[in-house]
């Protein structure tokens, strides 16, 4: 019966996207409401609208309250948990996704400073350490194990805030944003399901349900037709909050919820290890070069990617690939070898697999500017010889007008 609710759902989620994604396009062309264009963006020529994340919200909070009401007080369906468990950190999720919802709308229209919206997502992260949901085992990562409260709680909502910029900051692909919090939704859901956490798979798979039409519209979307729209900050910050409730509840370990699981903290961060990497190595990069952390550049991985002479949907298809690389190998290698060295790995693997994107990067550059150099003597010699017939032919003729 948990099953049949939960496809239920993700079937419903599915469906009333597909249904409101082409009304919010009629309302953002009819008010204009577009995505600014600007030398950083990668689709600089072309107007598409932007509001396609105000969807997820409401779909999302809908659902899982009428499956909430419907499994307890229709069906009495057993979901083989405590409420007193559940509830707290789910009403607080609701809350916090209403609170990025309504900054994300306010951005997505008339634009917030990135303090406020800091401000915003610091608040957002205090709602689960006060819910009860907060990391208080690290399973022997630099060899520790249980974390008091003052320390996992400040942890927690930093890797909240952290989780939410990082799916914000890869929205720079057609799909690739939506594409990561879909997998990691999958996985993390299929996970849960596996343990019996019914109400976590149930909200990761309306999550999912969500994302589907809209990745269809993101990346197939035909633009000329005005079938093409973007998430925007309000999609974007949302989907980095559910991201992260979801990851943290698979980390924290808690009978009540799901079994204990030695590797479960590695596991639950897998799908996030791309995109939170990437922030790290370019805010890092910012830092180094003094310039402020926030603002906006393009060293992240998909402009890489579109530097090494790859498509946007190749370099999309390749980023998930490697999400879904490094869930399958972390998922695997807990159960083998211990946490830390499972890290190790992940990290050397990242580090390795950048060093050759770093050298494909500057190996496609170079080619590109002897290609360029090379048309441009060809033009050089191309003028002179035109040049040198126009003066012959020239002479000629003024030579043939004196014997005349």
């Known amino acids: 019966m948990e099953i049949l609710l ?6 419903v989620a599915l469906l009333l996207s597909r249904g409101m994604i082409p009304v919010i396009m009629l309302v953002t062309y009819k008010k204009r409401l577009f995505d600014p264009v600007n030398d950083r963006k990668v689709h600089n020529k072309c107007i598409i609208p932007r509001l396609g994340g105000v969807i997820f919200v ?15 007080k229709i069906a009495h369906i057993e979901m083989n948990v405590q ?4 509830l707290p950190s789910f009403m607080m999720l609701l809350c916090g996704l209403g609170m990025l919802f309504m900054v994300g709308v306010v951005d997505d229209l008339i634009g917030v400073s990135y303090k406020w919206k800091f401000v915003v997502q610091i608040c957002a992260a205090s709602f689960f350490p006060l819910s009860g949901l907060w990391i208080n085992d690290l399973y022997g990562l630099g060899l520790l194990v249980s974390l008091p409260a003052w320390v996992g709680m400040p942890l927690t909502m930093f890797i909240v805030v952290l989780i939410i910029n990082a799916i914000n900051l890869i929205d720079g692909l057609d799909g690739l944003c939506s594409g990561v919090v879909a997998m990691g939704c999958m ?10 956490a019914w109400w976590h798979t149930l909200f990761a798979f309306i999550t999912v349900g969500v994302l589907i039409p809209f990745f269809y519209y993101n990346v197939f979307g035909a ?12 999609g974007s910050m949302t989907l980095g909050y559910s991201m992260a409730f979801l990851a943290i509840s698979f980390a924290m370990n808690n009978p009540y919820v799901k079994p204990f699981s030695e590797g479960a903290i590695v596991v639950a961060f897998s799908t996030l ?8 190595r370019v805010m890092f990069i910012r830092w180094r070069k003094g310039k402020p952390v926030f603002k906006p550049d393009r060293n992240h991985l998909h402009h890489k990617f579109l530097r090494m002479g790859m498509s946007h949907r190749t370099a999309m298809l390749s980023i998930l690939g490697l999400v ?19 890290i190790l790995c992940d990290v ?27 048309s441009t003597s060809l033009t050089q010699v191309y003028r002179t010889e035109s040049k040198m017939k126009l003066k012959e032919g020239v002479a000629l003729q003024g030579g043939d007008a004196y014997v005349q």
């Open 58 to 72: 409401p779909i999302q909070c809908f659902l899982f309250v009428v499956a909430l009401v419907f499994a307890v």
């Open 223 to 234: 633009t000329r037709r005005r079938r093409r729209i973007f998430m925007g900050d309000t």
């Open 6 to 11: 939960v496809v239920g759902c993700f079937v």
């Open 348 to 374: 050397a693997l990242w580090l390795g697999m950048h060093g050759v994107f770093e050298r494909m990067e500057k190996r496609y550059i170079q080619k590109q500017a002897m290609v360029t150099s090379q």
């Open 83 to 86: 409420s007193w468990v559940f």
């Open 273 to 280: 290890i791309i995109p939170v990497m990437d922030v790290a």
């Open 187 to 196: 996985v993390l859901g299929a996970l849960f399901m596996y343990y019996g």
């Open 324 to 342: 879904l690389f490094f869930s399958a190998f972390n998922i695997l290698m807990v159960e083998m070898i211990s946490n830390n060295i499972v």
